[in-house]
């Protein structure tokens, strides 16, 4: 079974007559030439991550999903043999303009900023300008990370940064709407008006375990700064964005008012408009790029040839190699989530911002990929289903539909997982019920999704193939829960 992060879906429903009228965009023909006419196959292979055993795998149109999922545009570009093979939009970029989207509208990548920033910091490393282990405080001028007892033995480092093993506090950050005062950067840190997040701090002692910190990639934002000696946004731009051809992209928070005719805009799950249109995320390297999916699909393929020898333009292989070398026992590398080993190692990483949800994937050998990007608060169900059909129709050797194997659960011993299970800081839970002996599970404001036992304690859901692990009591009693195997919750 495949393990996936974990996303939470409203299933909903409305007419929308524009979906097929607003597909726009191009299939590149593998010899040049003119764009091929028949629709990508993959177009309409969408299916869930896992199917039970004996069950007929269903089969649906992107059309159909985005109906489903009430996601009004969305924007996909296909990897394969090392170039870009599909560019295309669906659906509409702005619903009260009835805009439609094309391969060039803007999406807010979210938190697939994160590794792109990253291949900043590296950058600066392999310059002699930042240090990869070294105490980040030693790069850092103005504000320091504070001295506590947990970093007396061990500091917090880049590495720990980008691997999200620094201890760090503050998971996500919800952005700014239009008009809002923008906070500095230390006031972020901070946590101090008109920033509307927590301080960052450490709350463990670095190197010591997983703790995915959109706070931890602000302290590395000023880093990078501080060893550049130049606005985080603009060096950004210089060492990573052009180098990678990624032409239609930017760092720039707010955006700049000559992109806005571009730009997709948010939309909520009920598909009403992010207010404003859009947030502002002037946490730059965890939230803030704006980008089509053929730059970031520019950007995978870099990766990809710079890991062959091939390209140096912003790493050199060395550097590659330790980007794309998980750390001990998290499947994360130097910004990137990594799964699989050799010909079947991907890198990969998702993003959710208000209104916006994506999802980059490629394989580091194999010169395939696929970018994701929508503008509606359920996409990352609808993008993962993309990534499965494109995974399907390219024939990956792994990311497809799988087979389930399920075991038999009575009422009681199902009955010990209920209840409610608490994310530290993260603003939200998850709620286990009980009915007619089958055990479900809502996280947030999700819809609910039944969970079927794959052993006594461990779960899947079909839809994502999401896992979902109880940690039970001396009295069977379930105290805890790891979900996607990085997301921990306490039972109230």
Known sequence: MTIRKAQSSILLGRPTTWLLAGALGITIGACGGPPVVEPPAFESQLAPAVTLPGEDTPSWSIEERMEHYDVPGVSIAVIDEGRIVVAKGYGLADLAEERAVTATTLFQAASISKPVAGLGALRLVEEGRLSLDGPVNEALV????????????????????????????????????????????????????????????????????????????????????????????????????????????????????????????????????VEGEWHRYPELAAAGLWTTPSDLARLAIEVQQSLAGESNRILSREMTEALLTPEPHIGWGLGFELRGEGEEQVFLHTGSNAGFKSSLVAYARRGQGVVVMTNGDQGASLAAEIVRAVASAYQWPTLRTEVGDTISLGPIELAAFVGTYEVPEAGWDIRVTLRSNRLYARSGSGSRSRLYPASPTRFFRVEDGVWIEFWTGPDGQAQSLVLADEIYAQRR
């Open 142 to 273: 103005g504000w320091q990370v504070p001295d506590s007892e947990l970093t007396r033995d061990s500091a917090v480092s880049l590495r720990g940064l980008l691997t999200h093993t620094a201890g760090m506090t503050v998971w996500g950050f919800p952005g700014y709407p239009r008009g809002a005062e923008l906070p500095t950067v230390e006031q972020i840190l901070d946590g101090v008006a008109p920033a509307n997040t927590d301080p960052v701090r450490v709350w463990r002692d670095p190197g010591t375990g997983f703790r995915y910190s959109g706070g931890g990639y602000t302290v590395m934002q000023k880093a990078v700064e501080d060893a550049a000696g130049r606005p985080f946004a603009e060096y950004v731009a210089d060492a990573v964005l052009d180098p990678a051809g990624m032409s239609e992209s930017t760092f720039a928070q707010p955006l700049p008012q000559e992109r806005w005719s571009r730009a997709a805009r948010g939309h909520r799950g009920d598909g009403a408009e």
